[in-house]
């Protein structure tokens, strides 16, 4: 695999109606895990994004006149060519994101499955009759495409974010524009280019790229030609966007922050919970929103849970995403390091107990090791606020109904996950979680038929899934009189 970026799939800068527009002023892409620049790429201007709206609102007329089996078409050879292209989109994400190569690879493939999904949802877009009032009349109920869709998407996964939200969005019959993250905007700009090749058409999907997030969200937010904005980021981030939505009613979805509970109890597989605790916690460094955050385990197996649990951390490699032996990459910059480093230091000093890791190995580079504490309570920083680096916390817990309190103590309610082989309390506990997303007996829990979504301040509406498209479709109401 190469060591450096492959430009065949990338132009530098934002690709709007078709063009790849340039000017002046850029800004740098580096790699995190060795800090090399990657590529400079041409900042958007206001004048430009502009443009894309106004490209994308002229491109909506064509895109939903267009039937469902042609849209259905169109994106049908965009996941091929993502297919074909697997390997290079997965080095240009492990490049600039840093994640392992085989993660990468799993997150070009997932991303690519939410387009082959709803280009066949694209053909089910029913809608209803339904029996009128009196003879005379009939009632019949339609869905359209709500219309221009801007969407802002993060750094953690810069393919699959957009393929989740641009592949409902196109199959619905709506135009497309996306600001990726200005640290990971070159994964975004390989899909348009493949996109392009797919033959969708100019203006049905956009990439706007730029460091401004601030002023770019206000545009996308606040402007009237656009119906409908999605957004996943952290909460804080995602209350302002929606506040700013509100000055002209657009609609609105949300991914937000998490603070996952990870559930082991006493009649649990130990060694299974070992394994999905592993996975729901490391995976992408512990970089995602549905990571297992804190890690509640019954007294009675404690002791054992836990020595498992180190011996599995224990086998874990940090390093370069592009050498082939490696788990866990670097966290995307320093201040994601400086802000584990400082729930860490708060926890031990209110009583935590640190097993294994907790310290940066080298201040020169974006690696941290993997790190267990226990001896945490609920109430400490390190377990109410999302950690987003490879931390594991453990929390003891005593009875059935006290840990399913304690799980729900937060704020956030987007992923959980829990081991029991009791089936009884599977039905109590999975009813009684707070959570959008339950994983039982599981740590991966994300696929294109689930609807993929929280409550409370975790955000509203659901990517993926059958539910997936009514997010970019209005429905309208006809009533027919006089027959």
């Not at 993660?103 to 009759?129: P, V």
């Not at 390091?337 to 201040?363: H, M, P, R």
């Not at 400490?380 to 006290?402: C, H, R």
Request: charged residues 15%; hydrophobic residues 40%; proline residues 4%.
């Amino acid at each position: 695999m190469a060591t450096t970026l492959d430009h065949q799939l990338i132009t530098p800068c934002s690709f709007i109606n078709g063009q790849w527009l340039s000017n002046s002023n850029a800004f740098n892409v580096t790699n995190p895990a060795d800090q090399t620049l990657l590529m400079a790429i041409a900042d958007v201007t206001e004048q430009q994004v502009e443009y894309a709206i106004q490209s994308a609102k002229t491109a909506q007329i064509n895109w939903q006149a267009l039937s469902a089996n042609e849209r259905s078409r169109i994106l049908k050879n965009w996941f091929a060519l993502i297919n074909k292209h697997q390997e290079k989109l997965a080095n240009i994400l492990t490049l600039e994101q840093g994640k392992p190569l085989a993660e990468a690879k799993g997150e070009i493939a997932y991303g690519a499955s939410y387009i082959e999904w709803f280009a066949e949802e694209a053909k089910r877009c029913y809608g209803d009759t339904i029996p009128a009032p009196s003879g005379d009349k009939r009632i019949v109920v339609i869905k359209q495409p709500i219309g221009v869709v801007a969407a802002i998407t993060p750094w953690n996964f810069p393919n699959a974010m957009i393929a989740r939200k641009a592949a409902a969005a196109l199959a619905a019959g709506c135009s497309f524009i996306v600001k990726p993250s200005e640290l990971t905007p070159l994964s975004a700009l390989a899909m348009a280019e493949l996109a392009q090749q797919a033959g969708v058409p100019a203006g049905v999907f956009n990439v706007i790229v730029g460091s401004d997030a601030n002023a770019i969200g206000r545009q996308l937010t606040q402007h009237p030609d656009i119906g409908k904005f999605s957004f996943t980021g952290s909460t804080n981030i995602g209350k302002l966007l929606a506040s700013q939505c509100a000055s002209t009613v657009k609609r609105v979805s949300l991914e937000l922050g998490g603070n996952a509970p990870f559930i082991v109890f006493d009649d649990a597989d130990i060694d299974a919970a070992v394994a999905g605790a592993i996975a729901a916690k490391f995976r992408n460094a512990g970089q995602t929103c549905v990571c297992s955050n804190r890690i509640f385990v019954h007294n009675n197996i404690e002791q054992t849970f836990t020595q498992k649990y180190q011996a599995a951390m224990s086998k874990l490699t940090v390093g370069n995403g592009l050498q082939s032996d490696v788990d866990i990459g670097p966290l995307i910059n320093q201040k994601a390091i400086s802000k584990v480093q400082s729930l860490i230091d708060d926890a031990i000093s209110q009583g935590a107990k640190l097993l294994c890791g907790g310290k940066q190995e080298n201040i020169n580079n974006l690696f941290y090791p993997p790190t267990l504490l226990t001896h945490v309570t609920n109430d400490m920083a390190i377990a109410q606020q999302e950690i987003f680096g490879p931390i594991a916390i453990i929390i003891n817990f005593a009875s059935e109904q006290e840990v399913i309190n304690t799980a729900n103590d937060t704020e956030y309610g987007l992923a959980a996950y829990f081991y029991s082989q009791n089936y009884a309390r599977v039905w109590r506990v999975a009813e009684q979680l707070d959570f959008g997303m339950i994983g039982i007996n599981e740590g991966i829990l994300s696929n294109a038929a689930a609807p993929f979504g929280g409550v409370k301040q975790s955000g509203y509406g659901r990517e993926g899934s059958k539910y997936g498209l009514d997010d970019y479709l209005q429905t309208k109401y006809l009533c027919m009189g006089g027959l």
